[in-house]
């Protein structure tokens, strides 16, 4: 998985809680970013980072917010889930203009 | 609004035969085209396209770019069991110097039976 690992692999959680995701990458890849995979839609962007502090949206940001406080670490925080964010969320490393590398992926339902 | 469409949705075929599948798009900046193979997990990488013409190859699997027409194939030949797999085409809208832009299509599904 090229250097990157997704915890949890799986959650279940009710609606209004919130919930975080984390993406760590041994890799020191520039990029990082969150992507979620419903059927239907393929692989969603949600937010993604350029560097420490430094995040943007994505096509599906509402409801969801990013910290990446070190190279290596890229939150996903859900603020108060609901039952449409139910799906597989993706995290994503590149260095500029190459290939995405992608982590294994969480599942996550929302109750 | 960036656009990939993948088609067939799905296909089964036999063992060892040829495969084709095709992606078409319309974007607003064209800095690459991906394909990407996806079974249980994690999309896994398979080729990267950023000229027109030049067929990248991979053991059985091959692809090519055509930008006059705006499309890409990916080519499987004398396929196995193992092929199966979700097939995954992006494209990659970013500018130089920026992060990426991956529009996905929603992607051919392929089963191979013995």
């Known amino acids: 998985d090229a250097g990157i690992t997704q915890s949890p692999r799986h959650k279940v959680t009710e609606t209004g809680t919130p919930v975080t995701l984390r993406c760590h990458q041994t890799?020191?890849?520039?990029?990082m970013y969150w992507y979620r995979q419903d059927p239907g839609h393929g692989l969603r962007l949600i937010h993604y980072?350029?560097?420490?502090?430094?995040?943007d949206k994505g096509e599906v940001s509402d409801g969801y917010s990013v910290s990446r406080s070190k190279t290596e670490d890229f939150l996903l925080t859900l603020e108060s889930a609901t039952s449409s964010q139910t799906s597989v969320y993706f995290c994503?490393?590149?260095?500029?203009?190459?290939?995405?590398?992608f982590g294994s992926g969480t599942q996550l339902s929302v109750l | 609004e960036d656009k990939v469409v993948q088609s067939p949705l799905s296909l089964v075929v036999h063992e060892g035969d040829t495969v084709t599948l095709n992606c078409s798009y319309e974007?607003?900046?064209?800095?690459?085209l991906l394909w990407y193979k996806q079974e249980k997990k994690a999309p896994t990488f398979l080729f990267m396209l950023t000229s027109s013409g030049i067929e990248k190859k991979s053991g059985r699997l091959s692809s090519i770019l055509d930008k006059k027409e705006l499309f890409s194939i990916l080519n499987i030949t004398a396929t196995q069991t193992g092929d199966s797999a979700i097939y995954l085409c992006?494209?990659?809208?970013?500018?130089?110097?920026?992060?990426?832009?991956?529009?996905f299509g929603t992607g051919t599904r392929l089963q191979v039976t013995l």
């Open positions: 974007v607003t900046n064209f800095r690459s």
């Open positions: 992006a494209v990659d809208s970013g500018y130089t110097g920026t992060a990426s832009k991956l529009t």
């Open positions: 890799e020191n890849h520039r990029y």
């Open positions: 994503a490393i590149s260095e500029p203009a190459e290939k995405l590398f």
């Open positions: 980072s350029y560097g420490v502090k430094d995040t």
